[in-house]
């Protein structure tokens, strides 16, 4: 049996980023705590600082998140989510949920034996 | 299922965040606690020299010395706390069961260092090495049992090194030198353990972990 999500979701142009494993990685931890540490953001997801920028850049031009520069005792970038961000991941968290929830438990228990 | 791993993968980052947040308070917790809480009682112990030197009370100086210390502290911690927890967007069900245990172990700590006030005058500094073992030791426990964060071992070594610590302390006759000796282990345990600490988590933010 093939799951075949993206017709399942039919995602739109905004929730088509979130396909990528480390920025749905990055949403979704936005998501559930607003911002975040780029150093921190770094380690968590094992990424080159190029590569973390890359996906972060991804995410702004659409204005799911912001970078903020921090006053602090060294150089700190902060990631946070912007208020649209979390209304457009909430819609893509709630229908993937609902998809998830199709996926017959036979199919879970035959795939772990 | 390429959309399952990707959630479960996003869980586990989160998971890390979460446990690495938790370590890095405690680390600063221990550090601070390490720092103010020997600081307001070298100052409460050399009261009379710190009285004659600003002209106040040296009572009101030991007393103020205290206050500060335990305010400082307690307000560092519920600062630090709070900062975290206000970064969690939206309670679970779960969070808010889990969320009980954080009072227990504030009436824990206050309750074991107010009791350090029936300790004879001799033992009073040396009390407040087992005031901290037992807190640490109780706060061992209740982490465990809650289950969340149940890898704060550090917190069962501090309570143990600090117990360990204070009993040869007892041979020590001159009680002013026990005093310092006291005050010194108690120091030296706290930013010890809170620079582990700050180590561990530091460690939950690498992927293989």
Request: with cysteine; glycine share 6%.
């Amino acid at each position: 049996m093939v799951l075949t999500v993206s017709d399942s979701l039919t995602l739109n142009a905004e929730e088509r980023v979130f396909q990528s494993q480390p920025r749905f990685s990055i949403m979704y931890l936005l998501f559930l705590k607003r911002k975040i540490g780029f150093l921190e953001l770094k380690q968590l997801l094992g990424l080159t600082p190029g590569n973390l920028d890359h996906h972060l850049r991804k995410l702004e031009e659409i204005g799911l998140v912001r970078n903020r520069r921090m006053i602090s005792w060294r150089p700190l970038v902060v990631v946070e989510i912007t208020s649209s961000g979390t209304e457009i991941f909430r819609e893509y968290i709630c229908r993937l949920k609902g998809l998830l929830e199709k996926i017959p438990e036979k199919l879970l228990t035959e795939q772990n034996e | 299922m390429e959309e399952l791993n990707k959630v479960l993968q996003a869980l586990s980052v989160v998971e890390r965040y979460e446990e690495y947040l938790f370590r890095k308070i405690w680390g600063r917790v221990l550090i601070v606690i390490g720092i103010v809480f020997p600081l307001g009682a070298l100052i409460s112990m050399n009261a009379v020299l710190v009285a004659g030197a600003i002209g106040l009370d040296a009572e009101i100086i030991s007393l103020l010395a205290n206050v500060i210390a335990f305010v400082l502290c307690g307000g560092f911690i519920a600062y630090s706390f709070f900062e975290s927890w206000k970064t969690v967007g939206s309670q679970t069900e779960e969070k808010s069961t889990d969320s009980k245990h954080g009072p227990l172990i504030g009436i824990v700590w206050f309750l074991a260092f107010t009791l350090t006030g029936l300790a004879p005058d001799s033992l009073r500094l040396v009390s407040l090495l087992w005031a901290a073992s037992i807190s640490c030791l109780s706060t061992f426990v209740i982490l465990r049992s809650v289950g969340s964060h149940g890898r704060v071992t550090v917190l069962f070594y501090l309570g143990i090194s600090l117990l360990l610590v204070s009993f040869p302390l007892l041979l020590v006759s001159d009680i002013v030198l026990l005093g310092y000796l006291a005050l010194i282990s108690f120091s030296v345990c706290f930013i010890i353990a809170g620079a582990a600490m700050n180590r561990m988590a530091a460690k939950m933010l690498q992927p293989s972990v």
